[in-house]
């Protein structure tokens, strides 16, 4: 683990030397980890800003040598300010060889036996078959690369790619619920948070009789401002009237465990969950408490990624630096492997 920090500090700083950064703090002379935390100083976003919003303009090796495809815009939970965080060609297939590797592992212990159908809840904000925009968010630029060089199969996705990643409604609840009425072979529900599945089965249970009723008539709610090739999806689903009799009746038994009675080859919840979701993933387990959760990821904008030690579980180990910027946190590199150390 040492020695595998230290070489990628000691890569960063030699592919950085000649930036207005590196120069700055002479990364030249940086030869042993001492001579870094001697030259470099302890810093924070606000020091990195100014540097950010000349790259961001257009201007070239500034903070990073490394070319940039987007930038990534957090919440600004921490701070209550948006931050931009360069995201590197690098950097992205780093994480998104990861993600892809991490997620797909988690589904392996139930896909052996199954075709491995996936409702995708979640709306994103890109079309992921073109270049990505000057800003955007973690989870959209990571589907972009599962696309762009085609390590994903989205084909596993109800409705497949037009669907999946419909960008043209806000109502994509509406459509996942439709499906979810009509097919009972759901085998994984797929999301970047935990807290969107929640969303899911509170408008479930909100808007099913509604949603059973436009299935009837054969016809989209017109409130609902689907993509054409949505609509058509939808209305090419075979509709069985057995089926919908068994979601009512199992709906008016009440929605404590709902998910393994409408679902039953339904074996895993994957998407991101931490204590800060610990009072949403309680109210989850209300519909879901026989069915496993797994956060295959945990991840932050800022940099760093873990991995879950088991399913169900909120403890997460450090995986490996993930660097947008390659600069930021490499102190925070160090501190750890030190703490490591000590530990094991």
């Not at 990628?8 to 703090?25: P, V």
């Not at 994103?124 to 060089?149: M, V």
């Not at 997460?316 to 910027?325: E, G, K, Q």
């Amino acid at each position: 683990m040492f020695e595998t920090n230290y070489k990628l500090l000691e890569s960063i700083i030699d592919d950085n030397k000649n930036t207005e950064y590196g120069k700055k703090y002479n990364f030249s002379e940086i030869k042993t980890i001492e001579d870094y935390k001697k030259n470099v100083p302890l810093s924070k976003y606000d020091d990195y800003e100014p540097y950010i919003t000349r790259m961001y303009e257009g201007e070239k090796n500034i903070l990073i040598a490394y070319p940039v495809i987007t930038y990534l815009y957090t919440t600004g939970s921490e701070t209550s300010i948006q931050k931009n965080i360069p995201l590197t060609i690098k950097a992205l297939k780093n994480l998104g060889n990861k993600v892809f590797v991490l997620r797909n592992k988690t589904m392996s212990k139930y896909e052996k036996n199954y075709n491995c159908h996936i409702l995708h809840i979640i709306n994103h904000h890109i079309d992921i078959t073109k270049e990505p925009p000057k800003k955007c968010i973690l989870s959209d630029i990571a589907y972009y690369y599962f696309y762009k060089d085609k390590i994903e199969d989205f084909n596993q996705y109800f409705g497949g790619l037009d669907l999946a990643f419909d960008i043209e409604t806000i109502y994509y609840l509406y459509e996942k619920i439709w499906i979810s009425i009509l097919v009972d072979y759901i085998e994984v529900m797929d999301a970047i948070y935990l807290f969107s599945v929640l969303q899911f089965f509170i408008e479930f249970e909100k808007s099913y009789k509604d949603i059973i009723s436009d299935i009837r008539k054969r016809k989209i709610n017109p409130k609902k401002k689907l993509s054409e090739k949505a609509k058509k999806y939808l209305l090419e689903l075979p509709v069985s009237e057995e089926r919908l009799q068994f979601v009512e009746m199992e709906c008016q038994k009440g929605f404590d465990n709902i998910a393994s009675r409408l679902w039953k080859n339904l074996h895993i919840i994957i998407g991101i969950r931490s204590k800060a979701f610990i009072y949403e993933n309680k109210a989850l387990d209300k519909y879901t408490k026989d069915i496993d959760k797994s956060s295959f990821l945990f991840a932050s904008s800022e940099s760093f990624y873990a991995f879950p030690i088991e399913i169900n579980s909120f403890n997460y180990l450090i995986d490996r630096l993930f660097v947008f910027m390659n600069l930021f946190h490499i102190m925070k590199v160090i501190k750890i492997t030190i703490i490591w150390k000590k530990l094991f």
